[in-house]
């Protein structure tokens, strides 16, 4: 299998799941629109395909040859009229253009099909290279001059739609779409109608892998901009597998480069390829865990600072859920980088390890004085300062629920690497309280 095999099958997969995930995702507004784009999507991977296959196919497949050739200028000419209804479908110009330019394409298909050699008299298939025999007629200068026409209303009309946007991440996402379709239409232009006619046919391949590339493109544009409504669900699923196919793309491309250099073989066997390709899904599919696990263990590791974006992430995970405090205080002391942390609710103390402190010390601590409302560190008193010196403690802060009553306190020990706390560690310490009140609300259903 080629690199060119490699590349325009991948880009097709992504491009046909960057239009699914946008089609399914949409909102009832969007969703006509999403709709040609979706189906602009599966002709490009129609047309990659195509064409990948025919200049693929060996010597003697003569009666499949015809078949993927005509494939290769239908789909793209279908993929054209798609791309003029996402384009212009909001208009009612648009409408009759797009509608217009089906039927055209409809009547140009049944009569090439009808006699093909108003299109290409003959092919060629060789081990150097595959090629078509196109006839320089009116029939093919039709189908460039309806290349060109939709692909110039398609960016006009883009680039109305960008005008009169007056929101900032839709005109972002319509100048991603537009310089990538100038970009294909312009690689099109030479590749797949001007050379294939007069000098070379085995450079097809460079236009349909270009959009390709530019659908997904702008899928990613959709989720960077924000440009459509798409459901959570959906956006986080398909997502995750246009990124998973992404990086299995890049990976089989590095592969390919490095593999022919070390070996000097122009194509590796397909076992080595199937091997490496399920090889690298596996490893992304384990991504996630990978990445908890060492996040988690960067947190621990780094005692001299706190890695407050996995603590957020961590709690707002255990904010839906039944909460074992005395797994939350463990994992608090671990990350937050604290001798002890403890909660007292109710009147009882649950910390991250055991703590000789009796009923009565722990009563003590919670006849403390209330703090003025946006405060949280509470003032000890002689008793209770001597309590917490006994136990090596630094602090006490009081727990306030989402209408700011208080229902319990958290009791911090010492920073580790450190005698005293800094103004750092108070800040941070700070940000977090309130954000464990929020998990362990004393109205939810506490596990000793």
């Known amino acids: 299998m080629s690199l060119t095999s490699i590349l325009l099958f991948a880009t097709s997969v992504l491009a046909v799941l960057s239009g699914f995930s946008v089609l399914v995702g949409a909102s009832k507004v969007d969703r006509t629109r999403m709709a040609w784009f979706f189906v602009a999507a599966m002709m490009a991977a129609l047309w990659s395909v195509a064409i990948a296959l025919f200049l693929a196919l060996p010597v003697g497949s003569e009666s499949v040859a015809p078949v993927l ?223 908890e696990v060492s996040a988690s263990m960067r947190s621990m590791i780094s005692v001299g600072q706190v890695d407050i974006a996995y603590v957020i992430k961590k709690l707002n995970r255990l904010a839906a859920k039944n909460v074992d405090l005395r797994e939350l205080a463990a994992f608090l002391a671990t990350h937050l980088h604290f001798a002890y942390i403890g909660f007292i609710i109710n009147g009882k103390l649950y910390g991250s390890k055991s703590l000789a402190m009796s009923a009565e010390e722990v009563i003590q601590l919670t006849h403390l004085k209330p703090t003025p409302r946006g405060e949280v560190w509470q003032e000890p008193s002689k008793t209770v300062q001597k309590i917490l010196d006994d136990l090596d403690l630094k602090a006490v802060a009081e727990l306030r629920n989402a209408k700011g009553k208080a229902f319990g306190q958290i009791v911090v020990g010492k920073p580790l690497g450190k005698s005293s706390f800094e103004r750092r560690d108070l800040i941070q310490l700070e940000m977090i309280i309130n954000l464990v009140a929020t998990v362990i609300d004393s109205e939810k259903h506490i596990r000793a």
Request: no cysteine.
């Open 69 to 291: 050739i005509m494939l290769i200028y239908i789909a793209s000419a279908i993929m054209m009229v798609a791309l003029l209804g996402f384009a212009s479908w909001e208009y009612v110009i648009g409408k009759v253009l797009t509608v217009s330019a089906a039927l055209a394409v409809i009547v140009s298909s049944a009569v090439v099909l009808h006699d093909t050699s108003i299109l290409f008299v003959g092919f060629t298939l060789t081990n150097q290279g595959n090629t078509v025999q196109l006839v320089n007629g009116v029939m093919y200068w039709l189908y460039t001059f309806f290349f060109v026409l939709n692909s110039v209303l398609a960016w006009f009309f883009i680039l109305q739609h960008s005008r009169r946007t007056r929101i900032k991440r839709v005109r972002q996402g319509d100048y991603v779409l537009l310089v990538g379709l100038m970009v294909t239409g312009a690689l099109s232009m030479i590749s797949d109608l001007i050379l294939p006619l007069f000098v070379r046919y085995d450079l097809i391949w460079i236009g349909p892998l270009a959009l390709s590339i530019t659908l997904v493109t702008f899928y990613y544009a959709i989720l960077r901009f924000r440009i459509i409504s798409i459901s959570s669900g959906w956006l986080k699923t398909l997502s995750y597998v246009v990124l998973l196919v992404s990086g299995a793309v890049i990976y089989m491309l590095i592969f390919y480069l490095i593999f022919t250099a070390l070996f000097k073989i122009p194509n590796p066997s397909a076992s080595v390829l199937v091997l490496n390709f399920l090889m690298i899904v596996i490893v992304l599919l384990l991504m996630p865990l990978i990445n």
